[in-house]
């Protein structure tokens, strides 16, 4: 029987040790740390998730600037906003997606590093490559939490993670193939062919690819384990990359969708701001 993977009690977890920082700041500066969230337009999915940080903040005693920025907004328009609130905040996120005109690159690298709680900006990511990094992009650290969490072995397991974003798989092939968890990691994406030669070899599947219910049980290997990150929308209904259907009995373990990277991924945006802070 495949155990569920809960984000909750990870994320109560995460929330637990970041109040402690958060407070510790307060005790000293005697003030709540103030985190900045932009977002362009009016993105529904954008909406909703800063919506979510804004509760989490107000849960956990830290400040919410929310700047809402017409569709149209350029760099320049977005770099004065950055601008106009950096000597005041001690984190500052722009909410993805973006308009299509905007280029992401280009806008998260107008936030300063340290800064930079979702970890995204180029000096931040770089300094994976070294042992002095601080930070993780949240959805990577809260897979990462999760695994550690539930105590999944990850030391010569083979470790497929299916997507190439630098918000997944660049943090997560770096760290998962390091010392501290040894994994013998590979990259599948979307030109990849014959994605079920390297998914049946996985102990552990990562799916962070936005297709609804791409990977059904003949993907996966028997007693295995399937982290879901994959979100996608088909008539009005979300939908995780992998289809449950039959897994009971066919894996070790599974992380739910909803319920599982997802609730962990908020907290662990905190979670930076606390290690920023500290």
């Not at 005693?61 to 907004?73: E, H, I, Q, T, Y």
């Not at 998260?108 to 930079?116: A, G, Q, R, T």
């Not at 992998?242 to 905190?270: C, D, M, Q, W």
């Amino acid at each position: 029987m495949e155990q569920i993977l809960l984000g909750k009690p990870v994320a109560k977890q995460l929330d637990k040790n970041s109040e402690l920082l958060i407070n510790a700041y307060k005790d000293k500066k005697g003030v709540q740390p103030l985190l900045t969230a932009i977002t362009v337009g009016e993105n529904p999915a954008s909406l909703l998730y800063v919506s979510r940080k804004q509760d989490k903040a107000k849960e956990l005693g830290v400040d919410f600037n929310w700047l809402k920025l017409p569709n149209d907004s350029t760099p320049i328009e977005v770099l004065e906003q950055i601008e106009a609130t950096k000597k005041i905040s001690q984190g500052i996120i722009v909410q993805l997606p973006l308009p299509v005109h905007l280029d992401f690159e280009e806008i998260v690298n107008l936030i300063p590093p340290e800064l930079d709680v979702d970890g995204l900006t180029t000096h931040n990511l770089g300094y994976l490559y070294s042992k002095n990094y601080k930070i993780l992009p949240a959805t990577s650290l809260a897979v990462l939490e999760l695994i550690k969490y539930y105590d999944i072995k990850t030391e010569d397991k083979n470790i497929v993670i299916a997507g190439r974003s630098r918000l997944v798989s660049s943090p997560l092939s770096k760290l998962l193939s390091s010392k501290q968890f040894n994994g013998n990691v590979t990259v599948v994406h979307s030109k990849t062919s014959d994605l079920k030669s390297y998914t049946q070899q996985a102990d552990i599947l990562i799916s962070a690819i936005g297709k609804s219910r791409l990977f059904n049980i003949d993907y996966l290997k028997k007693g295995s384990v399937a982290i879901d990150i994959g979100i996608s929308n088909v008539d009005n209904k979300n939908y995780g990359d992998i289809n449950p259907k039959g897994l009971e009995e066919h894996l070790i373990a599974r992380s739910p969708f909803p319920g599982g990277v997802g609730p962990i991924t908020v907290s662990a945006l905190f979670a930076n701001l606390a290690q920023l802070i500290k």
